[in-house]
C-alpha cells in the first residue's frame, strides 16, 4: 500500500513537472474599462520606487465573466506596469499606462474570456516602478462582475 502510494505521489508529481507552460495570452481579451466607482472603493493605496515591485492578489468566485482593475497613479511622468497572473498562475501579460488607450497615468482594463467565466481562484498582480523619480503613490482596485 505504500509503494503504490510512492508511485502515485511520484507519478502527480511528474505530470505537474511536465505539464507544458501556458500562454494564457491569446485566451484573453484586455481592452479599456469604462466602469466607473465611487473613490471611497479602495483595495490597496500605496507607494512605489524605481525598480520595486507589489503585489495584490483578489480571489474570485466561479461565475464572474468579467475582471476590472484600475492601477491609478495620475502622474504621467512616472512609469508604472502591471503584470497580471491567472490563479493557475498563467501570465496574462504586462499592461502599461498606454494600454487601455490613453496616457493618463491610470491602467485601467476590463479582463474577459469571451462569455465563459474567468478562472476562479486566486488572480495576482504585481505593480511595478518601471521608471520612477522618488516616490509615486497609487491607487489599485479591482472588481467583478
Ligand atoms: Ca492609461
Redesign the pocket.
Known amino acids: 500500500m505504500v509503494r503504490i502510494k510512492k508511485i502515485l505521489f511520484l507519478f502527480v508529481v511528474l505530470a505537474l513537472i511536465s505539464a507544458p507552460a501556458v500562454s494564457a495570452k491569446e485566451e484573453y481579451t484586455i481592452c479599456s474599462s469604462t466602469e466607473e466607482h465611487q473613490p471611497v472603493i479602495i483595495k490597496a493605496y500605496s507607494t512605489i520606487t524605481q525598480g520595486q515591485t507589489k503585489t495584490y492578489t483578489t480571489t474570485i468566485g466561479t461565475t464572474v465573466k468579467k475582471l476590472e482593475v484600475d492601477l491609478n497613479w495620475g502622474d504621467t511622468s512616472d512609469y508604472l506596469s502591471l503584470a497580471i497572473y491567472t490563479p493557475s498562475g498563467a501570465y496574462v501579460g504586462k499592461f502599461y ?4 488607450g ?3 497615468g ?3 482594463l476590463d479582463i474577459t474570456q469571451g462569455q465563459n467565466y474567468l478562472q476562479s481562484g486566486k488572480w495576482t498582480f504585481k505593480v511595478r516602478g518601471e521608471s520612477v523619480v522618488g516616490t509615486e503613490d497609487y491607487y489599485f482596485n479591482t472588481f467583478t462582475y
Do not use: G, K, L, M
Open positions: 499606462d498606454n494600454a487601455d490613453s496616457v493618463d491610470r491602467i485601467h
